[in-house]
């Protein structure tokens, strides 16, 4: 008996058709048939079925048929790998239900397992396109950035980049996948894949049948796996969001050519800027020439310069450019000059000093300046910032603390507090007159923030003061502006004003002004704007109020600014 079951060796037929436990069986019924004619044998039989079934057993787990090798893989009918074998031994008798192929994307060209977690870029896009087509089989491969990535039809043809690359790809059958030399083995989830020079994808779960290869060479700094599988997935699923609208996934989208992708990212980023966004935005629009963006960044500036960036850290990722062309533009807001020539003290304090990683106190700035044992802006370094304070309307600067400081921070030449401090000093005794050649450009401002129902302020220019105000009409969004000269008793004016400031007991003083007036509607920052006006004010009350300027609709927060000009004419 030991003779027969040791001939019988099924390790060494592995290609036989018959299961070990069918063979178990037989000799089973073959032993009880010896033992009825050899009870004295009994024994020594059974203790020999026994240990065969063990054998029998462990040969079943280790030496599958490769008939039933065959049926699990498919068509492909290759012998299967060591990983799938070993997670074979640990399945129980009854085969696993099949499963859908794992994406190609799962490996790169170089043969590594990439991890299938939901931070895995790669498997991120598979799961959705997946949920998408409903586990279809690709019909293009995209190899980028060392990973591939299934692609279908209709949904390729969002990129015109790759759909351009579909298209010559399938005219000349020498570039598919099939033609590629050499043969390349991938993990794919439990099994391992090979990308064969016939064309066939195998796997022990399926296969993918002739895929066109479609290599796109991405040597762009700004583009990352994350933004490269964010774009694709947008092309199977519109609602798709990243984790955060920026340079990476506007130029993934440039880069293939997504243009309704393109638009919402542009759309998401106007709508996101802030004091911590603006610079980079607007570098970014610079570099990829999104006229849109860049107008939107600037026009934030215009808006929130002064009232935002200029107290943070971000204020120093400003270009010398984007900040001059600012201080020109007639629409930025500010409560009065001098918070634009703090700015830009701010602004070239940080630099020069690069390291500081929050705004420094006012105090610790201007004794950086006060510090220096020359003027600023007579050494070569400096002169290369005098723009900046060439557009600054030092003219309008008039309170007394602020033109010591002016002095105190050795900043300017002597030629330029010269010029400035006699020609307040003319306006004064003058009466109010101004050298004024550009109301646009030369008129001296004052700003306020409308937050509620009603909003006034006190302002003084060459010993004249107004009284700026701003109220709601009724219960409607409309909301009405003007401005009152104050007289030396009015109690709006402030103790301080009549005792230690100039004031003019001038009967009547001409003034051009300009009430413009900035709010947000529909998420996008209008302006409306009363237009150069001229009007004479006395010290009657019939005489010394402005005419209204009433804006319907006007949303708050809104942002008013009154631009005064005593013309000597």
Same mark, same amino acid.
């Given at each position: ?227 490269? $599988? ?29 243009? #309704? ?9 106007? $709508? ?62 500010? $409560? ?46 400096? #002169? ?111 103790? $301080? ?73």
């Amino acid at each position: 008996m030991r003779r027969i079951l040791r001939g019988y060796d099924v390790r060494k037929k592995p290609g036989i058709n018959t299961y070990p436990g069918d063979i178990v069986a037989m000799v089973t019924g073959l032993a009880l048939k010896l033992c009825v004619s050899a009870q004295t044998h009994l024994t020594s039989c059974l203790a020999c079925v026994c240990r065969f079934s063990y054998e029998a057993a462990q040969t079943d787990r280790t030496h599958k048929p490769l008939a039933v090798i065959s049926a699990r893989s498919g068509s492909g009918g290759s012998e299967d790998t060591l990983q799938q074998q070993r997670r074979d031994e640990s399945t129980p008798s009854q085969p696993p239900p099949p499963s859908p192929p794992p994406p190609l994307h799962a490996a790169s060209p170089a043969g590594l397992c990439a991890s299938h977690t939901s931070a895995n870029p790669e498997h991120v896009f598979y799961i959705v396109s997946q949920q998408v087509v409903q586990d279809a089989c690709p019909d293009a491969v995209l190899e980028s950035l060392g990973s591939l990535w299934e692609l279908h039809c209709p949904y390729l043809y969002e990129s015109e980049t790759i759909a351009e690359l579909y298209r010559n790809s399938t005219k000349q059958r020498h570039t598919p996948l099939q033609d590629r030399t050499g043969e390349k083995r991938v993990r794919r989830g439990g099994g391992e894949m090979r990308l064969r020079q016939d064309g066939g994808t195998e796997t022990s779960r399926g296969s993918l049948t002739h895929p066109v290869l479609l290599p796109l060479n991405i040597n762009h700094p700004s583009v990352t796996k994350e933004s490269l $599988s964010f774009a694709l997935r947008s092309m199977y699923r519109r609602d798709e969001c990243p984790d955060e609208w920026c340079e990476a996934v506007l130029c993934t989208a440039t880069l293939l050519r997504l243009p #309704q992708l393109e638009q919402r990212c542009l759309k998401e980023m106007i $709508s996101s800027i802030s004091f911590s966004t603006v610079c980079d935005f607007h570098r970014v629009s610079c570099k990829y020439k999104q006229e849109s963006l860049q107008q939107a960044c600037e026009r934030w500036l215009e808006l929130f310069l002064v009232t935002e960036l200029s107290h943070r850290i971000h204020l120093r990722d400003v270009t010398f450019d984007l900040l001059h062309k600012t201080l020109l533009c007639p629409r930025v807001f500010t $409560s009065n000059e001098y918070e634009l020539f703090r700015t830009v003290l701010y602004w070239i304090y940080l630099q020069f000093n690069t390291g500081e990683h929050t705004l420094p106190s006012h105090s610790t700035i201007t004794g950086f300046f006060c510090r220096a044992t020359e003027v600023f802006l007579e050494q070569p370094l400096g #002169q290369t910032y005098a723009p900046l304070f060439q557009a600054l309307r030092l003219h309008g600067i008039t309170e007394r603390e602020h033109m010591e400081e002016m002095q105190k921070v050795n900043v300017f030449p002597h030629s330029w507090l010269y010029v400035a401090f006699s020609n307040l000093v003319h306006s004064i005794h003058s009466g109010g007159n101004m050298c004024i050649t550009d109301f646009t450009r030369q008129a001296v401002r004052f700003g306020m923030t409308i937050t509620g129902e009603h909003c006034t302020r006190t302002v003084g220019l060459y010993g004249f003061y107004f009284l700026l105000k701003a109220s709601r009409v009724g219960e409607s969004g409309a909301f009405a502006f003007s401005m009152e000269r104050l007289r030396h008793w009015d109690p709006a004016l402030a103790e $301080s004003c009549r005792t230690t400031q100039p004031f003019s007991m001038r009967a009547e003083r001409c003034v051009r002004y300009r009430i413009r007036v900035q709010s947000c509607v529909c998420g996008e920052w209008q302006e409306r704007s009363s237009g150069e006006l001229n009007q004479v004010f006395g010290l009657s009350k019939r005489c010394c109020r402005s005419e209204v300027f009433t804006v319907d609709g006007l949303a708050t927060p809104a942002l008013v600014m009154f631009s005064l000009a005593f013309p000597s004419t």
